[in-house]
């Protein structure tokens, strides 16, 4: 009888945990766009900041790939793809 109550409990959350995986637009954008242009698989993002300028989505985050690189990202606008610059060794 627990076996069945802890499949049904699980089934029934599966779909909330596959939800709460899913990205926003702008991150999966991003994500897209640094694999393909830096060959980055992003690890997580920090000082991200979203909002609206100018009546438009604005995004900015630095980017912390697997590799352990990392790149300032930013983005006004969802027609137009991110601007991304590497970060150096000294600072970023």
């Given amino acids: 009888m627990k076996k069945v109550a802890l499949f049904i409990a699980l089934g029934l959350g599966a779909p909330f945990l596959i939800a709460a995986t ?10 897209t766009q640094l694999m ?9 993002l920090s000082n991200l900041k979203v909002g609206v ?16 690189r990392t790149f300032d990202v930013s983005r006004i606008g969802r027609d ?11 600072a970023c």
């Fill in 53 to 68: 300028v100018n009546g438009q989505e604005s995004v900015r985050a630095r980017a912390h790939c697997t590799d352990n």
């Fill in 36 to 44: 393909k242009e830096e060959n980055c698989e992003v690890n997580f």
């Fill in 22 to 31: 899913i990205l926003p637009e702008w991150q999966q954008t991003l994500n």
């Fill in 80 to 90: 137009k793809p991110y601007k991304i610059e590497q970060c150096g060794t000294e």
